[in-house]
């Protein structure tokens, strides 16, 4: 999930960041996020988080309880990504 910032997400409170870091740490706990972080020199993107989910479907659920997004700070971008890795000889 990239989060890409509206034009109030300047206005951005700590009790909407506080909320924000609150579902990633409920994401973590779940078993539901790879990782997570800001994107640095990518103008109007504020940053990703890499879900983990059984679905396209059950990953565009837990992209719209976002508070970031709910509070309108922020919208997605949801995109699938096939690993590649050893096992799969990097996708070749």
């Excluded at 973590?28 to 504020?46: H, I, N, S, T, Y």
């Excluded at 989910?53 to 990953?59: I, N, Q, V």
């Excluded at 309880?65 to 509070?71: A, C, F, K």
């Amino acid at each position: 999930m990239l989060l890409e910032k509206t034009p109030t997400y300047k206005k951005m409170n700590k009790a909407a960041v506080i909320r924000h870091v609150d579902n990633i740490r409920q994401l973590d706990d779940d078993g539901q996020m790879e990782l997570c972080g800001v994107l640095r020199k990518c103008p109007g993107f504020a940053g990703m988080i890499i879900l983990r989910a059984g679905s396209y479907e059950e990953a565009q659920e837990l992209c719209k309880r976002e508070p970031l997004v709910i509070d309108g700070y922020c919208t997605y971008k949801l995109m699938s990504l096939q690993v590649g890795n050893r096992e799969n000889n990097y996708l070749l």
